[in-house]
């Protein structure tokens, strides 16, 4: 969404570095004041079950986000489990939580959108943008945000350490978000993310939820 602001702006061009306006998060980021004033807004949610399974394959397994023991020098070599049960201790202050798997309900600006769109129908909202003056760009492939390209394994990863996801990814091969949740971690997941799955569902149904 950033990208395809800045290009729609006339700031960048469509074959600009994509990863320059991640390098830049501050830019075009709106006052209050100046949102009060948009004559059209949306929202795009995402499946929660889906999102915090991303992060920790994409932030977490990567290394963009390291979970380091208080005095340590090494991250911790934390299961797809244990990094839910660390981010259900985080629940508690939210604001210090990332913003990877923050609640997406903390990030509303209104309490009523034009429209809500859901992530796991991205062709859908991107004609409907387009019909509204605006272009997406799929930057996805582009800046490695997606799983697209990893052969996918079935089996049970809730417990597998993440050193051993990291070889799994180098070798191009990752578990399925399925293969990631046992009962214990949906249960974890529907407590941090009550809200956002009661939105989800007010929303657009369960057809679109993970579980």
């Known amino acids: 969404m950033r990208f395809s602001i800045a290009v729609q702006n006339g700031f960048l061009d469509e074959n600009s570095d994509k990863n320059w306006i991640h390098e830049n998060n501050n830019t075009f980021s709106t006052s209050q004041e100046f949102a009060m004033r948009c004559k059209y807004a ?46 259900m201790s985080q ?15 903390d990030f509303l600006l209104f309490e009523n959108y034009d429209d809500y769109f859901c992530l796991e129908d991205f062709n ?3 004609n409907v943008l387009l019909d509204k003056g605006l272009r997406l760009f799929d930057t996805r492939t582009d800046l490695k945000h997606d799983t697209s390209s990893y052969e996918k394994l079935n089996g049970e990863y809730s417990n597998i350490p993440l050193s051993e996801i990291k070889k799994m990814k180098d070798g191009g091969v990752l578990p399925t978000y399925e293969s990631l949740f046992t009962d214990e971690c949906k249960d974890i997941v529907k407590s941090i993310y009550s809200n956002d799955i009661q939105l989800y569902i007010e929303k657009f149904g369960q057809k679109g939820l993970l579980f």
């Open 91 to 105: 629940n508690a202050y939210k604001p210090t939580m990332d913003s990877h798997w923050r609640p997406q309900v």
């Open 124 to 126: 859908y909202f991107q």
């Open 42 to 87: 949306f929202v795009i949610l995402r499946c929660p079950f889906r999102r915090i399974a991303s992060a920790y394959l994409n932030k977490v397994v990567d290394g963009v986000t390291e979970f380091i023991p208080e005095g340590s020098t090494d991250p911790l070599d934390v299961s797809f489990r244990v990094f839910l049960s660390i981010v």
